[in-house]
């Protein structure tokens, strides 16, 4: 809970109620002096050019405010005019908005009256006997008689203050449904009657307060909330003291549009508009939003009694930076309800559970830094992950277990609520998905920009052509090999004996009994590569280790000290986003590699089939990938160049770590392979250009096929499709760079609400792919610049287009 701010005292006057009141009365009606006024009988009608009343200035407009593109539906608001977007800033019908053709009118008896288009009053203002109404430059909206207010809107605030305006005790601001929802909200800014100033969670529809997740404590002392005409914001006590509300700065209201506002996420926000012709520095021409109380709603909601919390049912709520609005999502295996309306919360996109239940069907997926605090239903202690993975994955009714401190386990049944993600969170969720059906995402099937795919036609089967021969593929690839790159290896010893331990690195040395018994014969094979068949094997001599042995039956036999030594390199590496090597077998025809083991296999099962992973989960793939293999380039003893980059080729590891396999493997392949195929041109798959050019070799092929790679990952689509019969499928690369250069870009991702609701971070991440798949190798940024463009270290700059067909218009 954010605490009170301190006091601030207004030196030498103390105010009291009374003056206070007497000093705004006559504020508002000296500045009400350069109106326009409406008489009686005025009349303006919805949805005719005749909707509104302008303020003296043109600032403000009063009248019918359409709630919808098509003007169908109007609400009577008061609204900025000259802003750009306009903004509303009161309503009177915010839950019953009127058709076309209602009118409101200044009646002969002095009030305003709105008729629906049936001619039916459905509201009214004022006590009557109003001679004029009038729209004041200030945003109020009065009427009058003989000088004197009868009835004011700033009396009557809906979610918006202005400057000039006060919220007294027993009045309260409540935000709207949704930004396109005018009606009530779920959240409230109460000045109560005891003297607080909250803001509170409610219930809807009925609208009942739940605890607050703000506020500001007086002992009965508090009096009235101010937006002063200088643009400051304070809680005003009884004995004059003025506590701060928000610890912005004060911005002119001379060169400024302001507004504070409890916007639909329950956050109340100061915003501030530059006005034309005024020195306003840096502001761009928007409603800029400049502080906001509290400091972050996810954190500080949380109401234990009853209630979602920030976000619905079943989601979690990730802060945005600074001002900008909350974040609610779904976890992995589930939707938004109604995505428009987030509040109604995410509903899992397998069915009920509990009749029939098998635990096989079900997986664990890990989010750190996640929790739902109040739905539990089972507490175990001293147990590890595993016991608490196993706990919920038996029980039918554990929808998420929370793993806490290595040794607190809960367990949690649906719905969640008050879910939130952050790094004040140090513990880990997680959460129970369908095996078979979980379709949180679905891939884009996407509208094609049809201009350019009639030219990429011949390319995309070229390249479907080319893949789908598997063999052809193949020998492509096992035929390239590098050689000149690599230089002597530092630190390899001559004296070295191929049999001994090699325990210095770690790495030991099996025999082949040894793991054709872990392998229980090789009996279940994980995979099948270039390099030969990958087995699951469990070494019971450890403590039940679960390792992956990879058979390799594609090398070079000749020599046997290049393959100890270059297993030895392998052996050497150890970064948190490689697999690590365990050990090896030499013996007689017998070449082995041995593995630690990952569960949840290689990330082409959670990018193209029915398991899509969450854009943050891939966020946090795409980096792990590229922090691996600038280790590979950079950072380890002898530097390896993948030449295989591909999501077969990253494992993800129990916690979704992404784990870069089958390094270093590419020199134990045949050394005197020529490369036959320089005339293919234009064909793409992860493999660079230059491949089929007779061009160096460099790190730069695995910055392609990482360029390649990253753009799979964020649209969760293939590069090529690779059924031959599927040429309707445009190249995805190219087929994303027309999108982005269109500004389309919300079309690689357009079923991914996660992804949506992070366009800036998915821009960048396509500017980054984009420059490591440009044609020409000097082009492409090393790992290096990739991290730190990754990072937002450095600036991302414009691509250029990465088509070898530059287009001739
Ligand atoms: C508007 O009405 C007020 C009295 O209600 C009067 O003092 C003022 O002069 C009028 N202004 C105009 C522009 O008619
Ligand atoms: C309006 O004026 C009439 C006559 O001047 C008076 O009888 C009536 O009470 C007034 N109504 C209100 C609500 O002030
Ligand atoms: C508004 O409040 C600030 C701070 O309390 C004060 O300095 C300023 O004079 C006030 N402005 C008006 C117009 O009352
Ligand atoms: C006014 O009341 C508040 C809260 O009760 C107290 O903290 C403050 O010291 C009082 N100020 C004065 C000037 O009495
Ligand atoms: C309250 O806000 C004003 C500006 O509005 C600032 O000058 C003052 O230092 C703040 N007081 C406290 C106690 O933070
Ligand atoms: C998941 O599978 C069940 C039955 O197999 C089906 O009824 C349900 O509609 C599927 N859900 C989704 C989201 O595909």
Same mark, same amino acid.
């Given at each position: 809970?954010? /605490? ?26 000296? @500045? ?5 006024? !409406? ?7 919805? =949805? ?29 608001? !008061? ?50 006997? $109003? ?14 008689? &003989? ?56 219930? !809807? ?9 703000? /506020? ?5 002392? =508090? ?28 911005? /002119? ?73 909350? *974040? %609610? ?24 559970? +509990? ?12 989010? *750190? ?48 609520? *008050? ?5 004040? !969170? ?42 789908? %021969? ?62 030969? @068949? ?6 019971? &001599? ?162 392609? /096929? ?9 649209? +969760? ?27 389309? $870009? ?64």
């Amino acid at each position: 809970m954010a /605490s009170p701010p301190s006091p601030y005292l207004l030196p030498s006057l103390i105010l009291t109620r009374t003056f206070l009141l007497v000093l705004l009365l006559t504020q508002t009606i000296s @500045s009400a002096q350069s109106y326009s006024n !409406i008489t009686q009988g005025t009349t303006l009608t919805a =949805g005719s050019s005749t909707g509104s009343w302008l303020s003296p200035s043109g600032d403000f407009a009063f009248g019918f405010y359409p709630t919808d593109a098509q003007a169908s539906l109007f609400l009577v608001a !008061i609204w900025f005019e000259s802003t750009s977007p306009k903004a509303v800033v009161w309503s009177a019908n915010r839950d019953a908005p009127v058709r076309s053709g209602s009118t409101l009118q200044l009646t002969s008896d002095g009030r305003l009256s709105l008729k629906d288009d049936g001619g039916n009053e459905v509201w009214s203002a004022g006590p009557a006997n $109003a001679s004029t109404a009038a729209v004041l430059d200030s945003g109020n909206v009065v009427l009058t008689a &003989s000088g004197g207010i009868l009835w004011q809107s700033f009396d009557l605030p809906t979610d918006t203050l202005l400057p000039g305006q006060v919220l007294g005790l027993g009045s309260d601001l409540r935000s709207q449904l949704t930004d396109s929802d005018f009606s009530d909200g779920r959240f409230e800014l109460a000045a109560q009657t005891s003297g607080e100033l909250q803001l509170l969670p409610l219930a !809807i529809p009925s609208g009942n307060q739940y605890d607050p997740y703000w /506020s500001i404590d007086t002992t009965d002392s =508090g009096f009235q909330l101010v937006y002063n005409e200088s643009g400051s914001i304070y809680f005003a006590l009884t004995n004059g003291t003025l506590l701060n509300v928000t610890m912005a700065s004060v911005y /002119s209201t001379e060169d400024f549009f302001q507004r504070t506002r409890l916007d639909p996420d329950g956050v109340f926000r100061q915003y501030i508009y530059p006005k034309s012709g005024r020195a306003t520095g840096s502001w761009s021409r928007k409603w800029n939003a400049v502080a906001k109380v509290p400091a972050d709603i996810c954190q500080d909601l949380q109401s234990d009694g009853a209630g979602s919390g920030t976000c619905g049912f079943n989601s979690y709520c990730r802060s945005g930076g600074d001002q900008s609005e909350v *974040n %609610c999502l779904c976890p992995p295996g589930y939707s938004f309800i109604d995505p428009e309306r987030k509040y109604k919360g995410c509903d899992q996109d397998f069915p009920p559970i +509990c009749k029939q239940y098998d635990p096989a069907q079900f997986n664990l997926i890990p989010i *750190n830094n996640a929790d739902w605090p109040f739905s539990d239903y089972e507490h175990y202690t001293n147990v590890n992950e595993d016991q608490c993975r196993q706990y919920c994955l038996e029980d039918c009714l554990c929808a998420v277990a929370i793993f806490w401190d290595r040794k607190e386990c809960w367990k949690k049944k649906l719905p969640l609520s *008050n879910g939130k993600l952050g790094s004040y !969170i140090d513990r880990t969720a997680l959460i129970k998905v369908s095996k078979t059906n979980y379709t949180s995402l679905l891939p884009p099937s996407g509208p094609v920009i049809s201009v350019v795919k009639k030219e990429r036609k011949t390319l995309i089967q070229i390249g479907a052509v080319l893949l789908g %021969c598997s063999g052809f593929f193949n020998v492509i690839f096992i035929a390239l090999i590098i050689a000149k790159i690599f230089g002597s290896p530092r630190g390899r010893s001559t004296t070295f004996q191929p049999q001994t331990s090699m325990s210095e690195f770690n790495i030991r040395v099996f025999s082949y009994k040894e793991l054709e018994e872990a392998t229980d014969g090789f009996k279940e094979e994980l995979g099948r590569g270039a390099f030969g @068949s990958v087995y699951k094997g469990v070494l019971s &001599s450890y403590i039940s280790t679960n390792i992956a042995v990879k058979k390799l039956d594609r090398l070079l036999r000749e020599n046997e000290k290049e393959f100890i030594n270059e297993v030895r390199s392998i052996g050497q590496t150890h970064h948190k986003n490689l697999v690590r090597l365990i050990g090896y077998c030499n013996e007689g025809t017998h070449r082995l590699l041995v593995y630690e083991y990952m569960r949840n296999g290689s990330l082409i099962g959670f990018l193209f089939g029915n398991i899509k992973l969450h854009w943050q989960q891939r966020v946090q793939i795409i980096f792990g990938i590229a922090r691996g293999l600038l280790y590979l380039h950079d950072e380890c003893s002898t530097p390896i160049i993948h030449c295989d980059i591909k999501p077969q080729n990253v494992l993800l590891d129990d916690n979704f770590v992404a784990r870069i396999s089958d390094f270093g493997l590419a020199k134990l392949l045949r050394a005197d392979q020529t490369r036959t195929n320089t005339g293919i041109r234009g064909t793409r798959g992860y493999v660079a250009p230059e491949w089929f050019k007779s061009m160096a070799i460099t790190k730069k092929v695995d910055v392609y /096929s990482f360029g390649v790679m990253m753009l799979e990952i964020i649209c +969760c689509r293939k590069n090529l499709e690779t059924e031959i019969g599927e040429e309707e499928e445009p190249v995805l690369i190219y087929w994303a760079y027309d999108c982005f250069k269109d500004g389309m $870009a919300d079309l690689l991702v357009q079923h991914d609400k996660d992804a949506l609701a992070d366009m800036e971070e998915v821009e960048r991440f396509v500017k980054i792919a984009f420059w490591c798949i440009q044609e020409d190798p000097s082009l492409r940024p090393s790992m290096q610049k990739v991290t730190q463009m990754l990072e937002g270290a450095v600036e991302v700059s414009l691509p250029p287009d990465p088509s070898p067909f530059l287009t001739t218009n």
